[in-house]
C-alpha cells in the first residue's frame, strides 16, 4: 500500500497521496473538489446546527443590505439565467395550480362510521356468493 486514496469528490476520482497533516482527507486539493468538500460541511453544518443557521442567515441579511440592488444587476448581466428562472418557475406555478385543483375534486371524507345491511344478491345468471348490496342504514 502506498498510501493513496480516490478523492471523493464527484466528476474527480483522482488518485491522491493525502497530507499527513490532514485528518482523514477524502478530497484532492484540487480548487474544485476543495470548494465540494466545503459546501457539503456547510450543508451537513447548516442541517445539525440552528445557532449556526441563524448566524449564516443574519450575514446575508447584512450583506443584502450592503449591496443593494445586486440581484436585478445579475439578473440584468444574465438574461440566459432569467429566461431558466422564469420557465422554472412556470413549471411550479402550474404545478401547485394542479394539486389546488386535485383537492378541490377530492370526495369529502364519510362523516363518522357508517353502517350498511348487506343483502345477499340472487341472480340466475351469476351465483356468486361474495355479491351484496349495500344498503346504507338511516
Ligand atoms: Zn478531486
Redesign the pocket.
Given at each position: 500500500m502506498d498510501g493513496k486514496i480516490q478523492?471523493?469528490?464527484l466528476n474527480?476520482?483522482?488518485i491522491?497521496a493525502p497530507n499527513p497533516r490532514v485528518k482523514n482527507q477524502r478530497?484532492?486539493?484540487?480548487k474544485?473538489?476543495q470548494r465540494a468538500r466545503k459546501r457539503k460541511w456547510q450543508k451537513e453544518k447548516l442541517a445539525a446546527d440552528p445557532e449556526y443557521k441563524a448566524n449564516q442567515r443574519d450575514c446575508q441579511r447584512e450583506w443584502h443590505l450592503r449591496h443593494p440592488g445586486y440581484y436585478k444587476k445579475y439578473r440584468q448581466d444574465h438574461p440566459s439565467c432569467r429566461e431558466r428562472n422564469t420557465l422554472l418557475q412556470g413549471y411550479r406555478n402550474a404545478k401547485s395550480r394542479l394539486i389546488a385543483k386535485m383537492d378541490e375534486f377530492k370526495p369529502a371524507p364519510p362523516k363518522g362510521p357508517r353502517a350498511f345491511y348487506l343483502l345477499p344478491l340472487v341472480a340466475k345468471m351469476d351465483a356468486s356468493p361474495q355479491k351484496v348490496l349495500l344498503i346504507p342504514i338511516s
Open positions: 478523492c471523493a469528490a474527480c476520482g483522482r491522491f478530497y484532492c486539493s484540487a474544485d473538489c
